[in-house]
């Protein structure tokens, strides 16, 4: 999404492509990028899209995943940091990004120089694993957001589909309270 240049085009990542979360099994909530150089996301253009998910009809388009620089970016990380185009998002403007969870969904948006950031940290998540994971915080320091990546997802992810289903037998199609929650995150990390 730093490299796009159409108006009115977001990234979604919406349910046939999600699992429930690995700690709880909650429903994940569908993810919407956006680069807010292409103009606003604004919540009733959220609410329409939640209502519109998942998508029962292919795209009227297709957006092209683009990482040209990733790989000059990740070789020498201080000279990408001091690139123009890293240089010119110090300025308050350019920094302004927003993690927030609205209408059901799960949205990142923020300036193309800042996505180009996030996407050069969330290709090193993984190298530098302790105790069975990794993240990143998108927004820091107000730690808005956090990407995470665990050592065998998978079997993180039946282990909590397998707690809820036994800890809370009638709660498959609703999200659970936060009292639920760290029930089972209890049983999941004894």
């Given at each position: 999404m730093?490299?796009?240049?159409?108006d009115?085009?977001v990234?979604?990542i919406d349910?046939p492509?999600?699992?429930?979360?690995?700690?709880?099994a909650d429903a994940?909530s569908?993810?919407?990028?956006?680069?807010?150089?292409?103009g606003p996301?604004?919540?009733d253009?959220?609410?329409s899209?939640c209502?519109?998910?998942?998508?029962?009809?292919p795209?009227s388009?297709?957006?092209?995943l683009?990482?040209r620089?990733l790989d000059?970016?990740?070789?020498?990380?201080g000279a990408?940091?001091?690139g123009?185009?890293?240089?010119?998002w110090?300025d308050?403007?350019?920094k302004?990004?927003?993690?927030?969870?609205?209408a059901?969904l799960v949205?990142l948006?923020?300036?193309?120089?800042?996505?180009k950031?996030w996407g050069?940290?969330?290709?090193?998540?993984?190298?530098?694993?302790h105790?069975?994971?990794?993240?990143s915080?998108?927004?820091y320091p107000?730690n808005?957001g956090?990407?995470?990546v665990l050592d065998?997802f998978?079997?993180h992810?039946?282990r909590?589909i397998?707690?809820?289903?036994r800890l809370?037998?009638?709660a498959a199609s609703?999200?659970?309270s936060?009292?639920?929650?760290q029930?089972?995150?209890?049983a999941h990390?004894?």
């Amino acid at each position: 999404m730093a490299y796009q240049r159409h108006d009115r085009t977001v990234a979604v990542i919406d349910p046939p492509f999600m699992v429930p979360n690995p700690f709880d099994a909650d429903a994940s909530s569908p993810i919407v990028i956006v680069n807010t150089d292409l103009g606003p996301f604004p919540r009733d253009g959220a609410t329409s899209l939640c209502q519109a998910l998942p998508f029962r009809t292919p795209s009227s388009g297709t957006v092209v995943l683009q990482t040209r620089g990733l790989d000059l970016a990740l070789e020498n990380p201080g000279a990408f940091a001091q690139g123009p185009d890293q240089a010119r998002w110090r300025d308050p403007h350019r920094k302004r990004r927003w993690i927030e969870g609205s209408a059901g969904l799960v949205i990142l948006a923020a300036p193309g120089p800042v996505l180009k950031t996030w996407g050069a940290e969330l290709s090193q998540l993984g190298n530098w694993m302790h105790e069975g994971s990794d993240y990143s915080e998108l927004d820091y320091p107000k730690n808005d957001g956090e990407v995470q990546v665990l050592d065998d997802f998978d079997s993180h992810v039946e282990r909590a589909i397998t707690l809820r289903t036994r800890l809370f037998p009638n709660a498959a199609s609703r999200h659970l309270s936060e009292e639920e929650k760290q029930v089972i995150w209890v049983a999941h990390h004894p």
